[in-house]
Nanobody, 115 residues
Framework: QVQLVESGGGLVKAGGSLRLSCVAS????????MGWYRQAPGKQRELVAA???????NYVDSVKGRFTIFRDNAKRTVDLQMNSLNSEDTGVYYC?????????WGQGTLVTVSS
């Protein structure tokens, strides 16, 4: 089974930027969609952004215009560029891949935005 490994999290000041990266241990071409979820302290995990094989994307309203998701099947990566970060973006970010009834999750990377 393909494994997903996230990186790029850390501590950033409000207004700053981070780029998260998710690398797969195998081919991602069959996964549809792939995406990023986050879980803030005391809250449920929510979908932040997703991208389909054709490049179609969708974002949660709170990040539209600030976050961009990228997918590179050749490099087996899905990145999330996050700009204009605010305290509401704090949480653990998880990479996710879907193939039919199969879901694969990464271990998560922590993003902390300080005000």
């Amino acid at each position: 089974q393909v494994q997903l490994v996230e990186s790029g999290g850390g501590l950033v000041k409000a207004g700053g930027s981070l780029r998260l990266s998710c690398v797969a241990s195998g081919s991602i071409s069959a996964f549809n969609p792939m995406g990023w979820y986050r879980q803030a302290p005391g809250k449920q995990r929510e979908l932040v952004a997703a991208i389909r094989r054709g490049g179609f994307t969708n974002y949660v309203d709170s990040v539209k215009g600030r976050f961009t998701i990228f997918r590179d099947n050749a490099k087996r990566t899905v990145d999330l560029q996050m700009n204009s970060l605010n305290s509401e973006d704090t949480g653990v970010y998880y990479c996710n891949a879907v193939q039919g009834y199969l879901q694969v999750w990464g271990q998560g990377t922590l993003v902390t935005v300080s005000s």
